[in-house]
T-cell receptor, first 112, second 115 residues
Framework: DQQVKQNSPSLSVQEGRISILNCDYTNSMFDYFLWYKKYPAEGPTFLISISSIKDKNEDGRFTVFLNKSAKHLSLHIVPSQPGDSAVYFCAASAKGYSTLTFGKGTMLLVSP | DARVTQTPRHKVTEMGQEVTMRCQPILGHNTVFWYRQTMMQGLELLAYFRNRAPLDDSGMPKDRFSAEMPDATLATLKIQPSEPRDSAVYFC?????????????FGPGTRLTVT
């Protein structure tokens, strides 16, 4: 049973537009959420995170929104750039636990 | 620039052979994780260590996989005997506690192909 779900395997966006990547979770114990970005032949790299005490966290072009009642989070990239083309993983952890539970990833393609 | 390193980057082997993958965590990180990435399952946690002690290896097939951390600068993942279904990319990550949570830093992965 997948506790973190990314229902869109892929997303295509034009350069300059907004990219919205979605993630749903089922485990009510999760209280910390992260997004990782992965380029081919490289390991995932940390992008941005959010604690459950917040509903929004912003870092430059990247913003993560958390809706706890819906158990849903999203990553917004504005404006999207071709260099943002990568696989994006949503991950979650529960308080006191060092392990992360990952979604299967969404491949983002930003075309010029 | 501190990074997690993994060797080898690629490994092709025949079914039945032993495979050993190595990881050097970031100096000062006390938690090390092994993940496997497949198309079907995404990123699966196989095992993890804290302060070199194994905390959880429930994600590993016990009969053929083993993970060890002989010292603070080396973690190993062994498969013996290897099978075609083990073909995947294996990632090592080391972790650091930030406030009440851990952030994980991944290595570049070992792409394993078992024929």
């Amino acid at each position: 049973d997948q506790q973190v779900k990314q229902n869109s395997p892929s997303l295509s966006v034009q350069e300059g537009r907004i990219s919205i990547l979605n993630c749903d979770y089922t485990n009510s114990m999760f209280d910390y959420f992260l997004w990782y970005k992965k380029y081919p032949a490289e390991g995932p790299t940390f992008l941005i995170s959010i604690s459950s005490i917040k509903d929004k966290n912003e870092d430059g072009r990247f913003t993560v929104f958390l809706n706890k009642s819906a158990k849903h989070l999203s990553l917004h990239i504005v404006p999207s750039q071709p260099g943002d083309s990568a696989v994006y993983f949503c991950a979650a952890s529960a308080k006191g636990y060092s392990t992360l539970t990952f979604g299967k990833g969404t491949m983002l393609l930003v075309s010029p | 620039d501190a990074r997690v390193t993994q060797t080898p980057r690629h490994k092709v082997t025949e079914m039945g052979q032993e495979v050993t993958m190595r990881c050097q965590p970031i100096l000062g990180h006390n938690t090390v994780f092994w993940y496997r990435q497949t198309m079907m399952q995404g990123l699966e946690l196989l095992a993890y260590f804290r302060n070199r002690a194994p905390l959880d290896d429930s994600g590993m097939p016990k009969d053929r996989f083993s993970a060890e951390m002989p010292d603070a600068t080396l973690a190993t993942l062994k498969i013996q005997p290897s099978e075609p279904r083990d073909s995947a990319v294996y990632f090592c990550a080391s972790g650091l506690r930030i406030d009440r949570h851990y952030e994980q830093y991944f290595g570049p992965g070992t792409r394993l192909t078992v024929t």
